[in-house]
């Protein structure tokens, strides 16, 4: 049987990056897009002859997720795996957040997973297999104050995932997302909360009594529905958001 093939964006670190060691572990080629090149060089350093492939890219660019894949089929004519990792966020309220940051987290957010489906898909409608999941959050479902931007473009990947869904579920492709809460030991949390401290807000870690579970996700609790979903056991879902989030948001 030919190798899986899977193309990860935001792979050098958190969730991202988590996806990638367990793909890995089990035999899949894996194509890994960030744009920390410095980070991507460590991973492809540590990858100790795993059929690990490193890719710099913008995912907010048009121009460069357009280079990325066309850098990806030189090496492999077939995608069977997406996962859409990467994203950022800013802390501000809607009246002081300037339209630089909105588009800002807009374009690498929800532009990024637009264009990193769309030209993915393409390949996978001619496979007629694939699955695609998107990385979206609980903010999702439920728009938090000084959060905005964050929320409306993870509100996005989740209508986009649904749409998506609905026009290519009779090809063998599955299209679904991921809702996590609070993820530590990642990059967007330590920012998130850097920026939460330098304005006297409260951290991810003093809301912990919010959490049912009691702790925050580690970048490994989100891997693990992931590769579900990739897998043939989820074969018959598509469409979905699911909840990674420690009994925080339930609907």
Same mark, same amino acid.
């Given at each position: 049987?030919?190798?899986k ?13 988590? %996806? ?17 090149e410095v ?14 492939h ?6 907010? !660019?048009?121009?460069?997720? @357009? ?27 809607i /009246?002081? %957040? !300037?339209?630089s940051?909105w588009?800002?987290i ?6 990024g997973?637009?264009l990193?489906?769309?030209a993915?898909?393409r ?9 695609i999941?998107?990385? #979206? ?13 964050y ?7 989740v209508?986009l995932?649904q749409s998506?869904?609905?026009?290519v /579920?009779?090809?063998? &492709?599955?299209v679904n997302?991921v ?8 990059q967007? @949390? ?5 920026? !939460?401290?330098? @304005? ?6 003093? @809301?912990?009594?919010l959490i049912?579970m009691?702790?925050? #996700? ?13 897998s ?8 979905q958001? &699911?909840?990674?989030?420690?009994g925080?948001?339930?609907?």
């Amino acid at each position: 049987m030919d190798r899986k093939v899977a193309v990860i964006t935001g792979s050098a670190s958190g969730i991202g990056k988590a %996806c990638l060691e367990r793909l890995l572990s089990q035999g899949v080629e894996v194509f890994a897009l960030d744009r920390d090149e410095v980070a991507l060089a460590r991973l492809k350093a540590a990858s100790e002859g795993k059929p690990l492939h490193t890719v710099v890219v913008d995912i907010g !660019s048009e121009e460069s997720v @357009r280079s990325s894949i066309e850098q990806i089929s030189k090496v492999t004519s077939r995608i069977d795996y997406l996962i859409n990792s990467a994203g950022i966020d800013h802390l501000d309220r809607i /009246a002081e %957040c !300037s339209f630089s940051d909105w588009r800002r987290i807009l374009s690498v957010n929800l532009d990024g997973t637009f264009l990193m489906c769309q030209a993915v898909v393409r390949k996978m409608i001619a496979q007629r297999s694939g699955r695609i999941v998107n990385v #979206a959050s609980w903010l999702a479902k439920a728009g938090m104050a000084g959060h905005g931007p964050y929320a409306a473009s993870k509100f996005g990947i989740v209508g986009l995932t649904q749409s998506l869904a609905k026009e290519v /579920a009779d090809l063998g &492709i599955t299209v679904n997302s991921v809702c996590p809460g609070p993820v530590e030991h990642t990059q967007m @949390r330590a920012e998130a909360d850097t920026q !939460s401290l330098a @304005r006297g807000l409260s951290t991810a870690k003093d @809301r912990l009594h919010l959490i049912p579970m009691g702790r925050m #996700a580690v970048p490994d609790d989100v891997a693990g529905v992931i590769l579900f979903l990739l897998s043939d056991d989820a074969a018959y879902m598509t469409g979905q958001a &699911i909840n990674v989030t420690g009994g925080l948001w339930m609907n």
